[in-house]
């Protein structure tokens, strides 16, 4: 009777444990591993950014419920982490992350075997744990592992083996590399194979075989395969490659990104050379490097930016290319395309300020604060009353030694910044308080 009561009380206290939903364990990575070595379970690790709407969500209206944590807390050992913060940026890299909320299923030892991208409903994020569940206990991923190491060269086996790790969120690189490659050439790009280059678009590189191939044959990639996957992939894969460069500060890397970019046409991809330099060498923080192409785009920008290009800017964007001679585009009106660069009168000014103000903060060179105020100027003239172009402005006065000037432009500035804009008037009020006392209002 004993041994029966005290199941009742244990399993009682379980209940009540569980009332609060899911139990997210507090401390490192290593100590989580330690935990789950200690217990053999599996670890649930839900992977968000502070400005994910779906991971808010999931945090606020599913990992609260009873039913969910009964399910979790007693399957997993259950960790959460942001992305961008503390360890969240190597596991990040680790597991592959590409985008939020990521749900990953980690052995004790550390290895991934399942994983999902995206919120669930509470059913689905129920059948989400019973079948990491499963995977955990029959160990299926790590079988054909080993399997794929006897087969690798048998392509029926190793579909299935491609097949098998989508299934189960695990990343299919760099196996589906070497499969397209044992592939005939016309085998590569085909419906068959979409499957993978949907797993794949989020974390596909620009470098990668499989990116390769969409490249080169993208007419037929966007018939079988559809265009805006075949898009999607493309743009996505140089974007991932850039960014590795800049987290690597890797020079060589960038330039093959830059050619894999300058072999794919306007309709395929559209930051040019020159953007996806600016923006490696400003967060590198090599600013002399920066400016041997932030200046010349700027220029290009001058030259586009006429009364007769806006008066089209309500146009369909598809519509208007057909419009503009493509050599063109690719000299003077390279905003048109530019996904950094909106064609409206307030995009182009908002690029031309961004331009104008880091050589504002990292430049000290005469004549490049001189073509950074021609084009904060510029940018004044498209978008008269904002307060960050106004004060862009005043800040490269005074750096030049137009102190008078910049106050009066400063204090413009002030005039026309949103009520509700606490962070620029703050932001203007202190570089007026230091023109005045003559301290410096950049960083080199």
């Known amino acids: 009777m004993k041994r029966y009561l005290l199941a009742i009380l244990v399993l009682l206290l379980g209940m009540h444990g569980f009332s609060q939903g899911i139990n997210f364990e507090h401390g490192t990575w290593k100590e989580v591993l330690e935990k789950a070595q200690q217990s053999n379970k599996p670890i649930f690790v839900d992977v968000y950014t502070s400005w994910c709407g779906p991971c808010k969500k999931m945090s606020t209206e599913i990992f609260p419920l009873e039913k969910v944590g009964k399910i979790f807390n007693q ?3 259950c960790y959460k982490i942001d992305a961008e913060k503390g360890e969240g940026p190597d596991l990040k890299i680790r597991y592959n992350v590409a985008a939020f909320p990521t749900f990953l299923f980690v052995r004790p030892d550390g290895t991934l075997f399942y994983s999902k991208v995206g919120s669930c409903d509470t059913g689905s994020f129920i059948s989400l744990a019973k079948n990491a569940t499963k995977e955990f206990v029959n160990n299926r991923s790590a079988v054909l592992d080993q399997e794929y190491l ?3 060269n048998d392509l029926r086996f190793v579909y299935g083996y491609l097949k098998n790790r989508d299934k189960a969120g695990i990343a299919l690189q760099p196996y589906l590399d070497e499969y397209l490659k044992a592939l005939p050439a016309e085998q590569r790009i085909s419906s ?5 280059y949907e797993s794949i678009s989020n974390t596909i590189k ?4 499989a990116y390769q191939c969409l490249a080169e044959s993208y007419l ?3 018939s079988k395969m559809g265009k805006v996957l075949t898009q999607a992939c493309l743009e996505r894969g140089i974007y991932a490659s850039h960014r590795e460069a800049v987290t690597n500060k890797d020079e060589k890397l960038l330039q093959q990104v830059v050619d894999i970019r300058n072999t794919i046409g306007w309709e395929l991809y559209a930051v040019s050379a020159s953007e996806l330099y600016m923006g490696y060498y400003k967060q590198v923080e090599a600013y002399d490097k920066y400016v041997q192409y932030a200046i010349p785009f700027a220029d290009s920008i001058l030259l586009a930016a006429t009364d007769s290009f806006f008066a089209q800017k309500d146009l369909e964007h598809e519509k208007l290319l057909t419009k503009i001679n493509k050599d063109r585009l690719k000299q003077e009106q390279v905003l048109l395309k530019s996904q950094g660069t909106s ?3 307030q995009g182009v000014a908002n690029t031309l300020n961004r331009i104008a103000n880091t050589i504002m903060l990292n430049i000290s060179n005469t004549p490049h604060l001189q073509r950074a105020l021609v084009f904060a100027q510029k940018a004044e003239s498209l978008a008269p009353k904002d307060a960050r172009i106004k004060s862009t402005q005043a800040n490269l006065l005074y750096k030049m030694g137009n102190t008078k000037e910049a106050i009066s432009k400063a204090q413009e500035a002030l005039n026309v910044v949103a009520e509700a804009d606490k962070e620029a008037q703050t932001a203007i009020s202190s570089d007026m308080d230091k023109m005045k006392s003559g301290e410096k209002t950049w960083k080199n």
């Open 75 to 77: 399957g997993f050992i």
């Open 150 to 152: 006897a087969k690798k």
């Open 192 to 196: 068959k194979n979409k499957q993978f």
């Open 206 to 209: 620009a470098t990668d075989f």
């Open 220 to 222: 037929t990639a966007a």
């Open 343 to 345: 064609f409206t009168k």
